[in-house]
């Protein structure tokens, strides 16, 4: 699995994007997911399963003065 | 948790002390002048005080300087160039404090819109340095018939200089007694100039504070009056020193006096679109902001805890990332036991961002203000941050006593934390110690006698004039003392051009380095905030993306400077839907609605490409002006290698597995290599690599931004710009001729 165009090394089968994101300590307020081209909203993060063939991308918004 | 309704009014001062000081001013000259009525954002008046012969004057902008220079910042270094030569310093009489807001700024229908955008050349670094701010005085400055103002001369006596709006009179005044601190000073001048009680709103003061006559790091505070709490509130141009600038002219305050805001007093093109592009924005305001970011409950602040997942909040002078006590300056912590909440905490009308948040009723603990209790402006992000984990303090208490005796000194919070952090480096290497600092105890972490040189700043007394100098020059002082290796210093001592580092570690974010180090006025992030991009979303895995990036973000940020906009409302908090767009970072609803301000205001379409070519104009000419005070070439873009990696083996054997897998992954070592090497030998690895990165960096950007190797903006491009103006031509020619020699 690609995590921001990167390969995942914590993949294991069955994890979800929840578990990703927990996983990969991405707590920024503002994110954007998209799994393989298709927006993720904040409440099917929990119930929505990553293959290992998939791209996910986390993107965090920018912010600051 | 402390709520609005709960918190006391303040107390101004008492009539008897008005009368006395009223009483102690001396009228030395007035000048008359006739208001000009904004037109489509505009007076094009410019108006100039000289403080040393106690004149005003007011002239008209021409049509091509407003055409090339927009407005803001723009107009700042426009004005600030013809004023100064390649000879004059921080401190020459012919050096001006140029301010001036923009086409938009004054409006009341959006968040974000009363910036005002100031420029000097600079005591840390010796060119221009531009700093914006909010609070009431740019916007007055329009409503008072001015698009910019521009001060220059030097005063021998200390003077309030009065700007009123409904007199229609420039007034310079004699004033012995006020006291130098801002938030005692803001409140007396505002009381002083109100009419009533009710007029208060209509006054807006600047001023400094009393270390701003001898540190270099000296801020400017601009006030805005709190109807809610009764009392005059303060935010700051911080960087580069430009309050020590505003003292050394002798000035103590400047006011600016006008009838009354109202809805459309720059006389815009078409306010329907400005009113319904408002409304858009405030109601994505009240139905996201607790769901994203929280602005308006604890402001900038909310990222303090976030960050550090990252590793990005610079820890002991930047050396780490993570921020280990973070966990007492939680969003949660600051919200429930310090910043007071359900106020409408908007530095200009019509912000619903509301972001300038207070801690009501302070006790202070020390300095000469113990015992009182005040309204500490804060916590930002920038200051929490740099005042507390950079040196080690995590307790909220202490960083807000801190925050407010470096606001009302009138201190640069950025640079004082940066500078603080470098001095406990050099206090923890041995290169201070107790002697040297005449007693003062600069571990890590102690708060009391951080405050303690801040008090000595203030009183121009001890160890405080030294660290008044600012970093650059302290690393000087230390290496002449014999106390320090000078290259030592230069490689942890956290500025560049002269300027403190904000507060950002960038080790990790190529792009960053660059964000920093390819700046004009030095490492400040508001030109580029590129490590989430870069670092996290990987989205500009390439030199020639970054380069894209290190183009593009810069220009458009600078965009903001030139219309008198804040840049938070643009992406703090988006859209509900703004993940659907194409390009969900830019938050291309938003970039749309400032096209429709601009439109609204100016009655001009703009596009994307027109925003960044505004913005270039802007941005090369500021370059050109740094190579011609002698600071502007490649040399100037060098980086302090802490910025870039890990300078000492601490730091190295705290992100040890990172670093030793960089080696191998990135590059190039076998894992057998890696393992044979000394610490030593892998630090020295690391930093030819990231060193020979910047360097490769630094040429992609320069071509992408039209520039020689040596950073020398070329002729053909300058004409491409519609730039080629003949004295920018006369700085860059020679410049080009020797190096194609």
Redesign the interface.
Known sequence: MKL???EYAGFREGMTVADVIRES??????L???LNGT?V?PEEYGNTVVGSRDNL????????? | MINICNVARYQGPTEEELKKLRDSHVLLSSFEYERTPLFRGYTDKILTIDVGTKEASVADIPAEVKEKFIGGRGYCLRYLWDAVNPETRWDSPENEIVMSSGPIGGITQYAGTGKTLIATISPLTDIPIDSNVGGFFGPYLKFAGFDALEIRGKSDQDIVVVIDATRQTVTFEEAPLEHFDAHILCEELTALYADDENDKKNIAVVTAGSAAEYSNIAMLNFSFYDVRRGTTRIKQAGRGGIGRVFRNKGIKALVCKVDKVKGNLNNVYDIGIINKTGLRFHREMVQNDAKQNDMRGVGTSYSLRTLADYDLVPTNNFKFGDAPGIDNMTAKVLKSDWLTQGAADGCWYGCSMACAKASDHFLLETGPYKGQRVCVDGLEYESASGLGPNCGIYNPRDILEINFYCDTYGIDTISYGTMTAFLMECYERGILNKERTGGLDLTWGNAADDLEMLHQMSRNEGFGKIAALGIHKQKAYFAEMGWGDLSEMNDFGMEQKGLEYSEYSAKESLAQQGGYGLTNKGPQHDEAWLIFMDQVNNQIPTFEDKAEALFFYPMFRTWFGLMGLCKLPWNDIVPADNALTDDPKMVPEHVENYKNLYYGVTGQRITTDDMILQSERVYDFQRIFNIRMGKGLRADDAIPYRAAGPVFEEEYLSRQERYDRQLVEIVGLTEEEVQGMSVQEKMAATRKYREDQYQTLIDTVYRKRGWTRNGVPTVEHLRELGMDLPELLAVVEPLLAAEEA
């Open positions: 921001n165009h990167r300590r991405f707590t920024w307020p503002n954007v997911v998209r927006v909203w991308e986390v993107i965090h918004l920018l912010a600051g003065g």
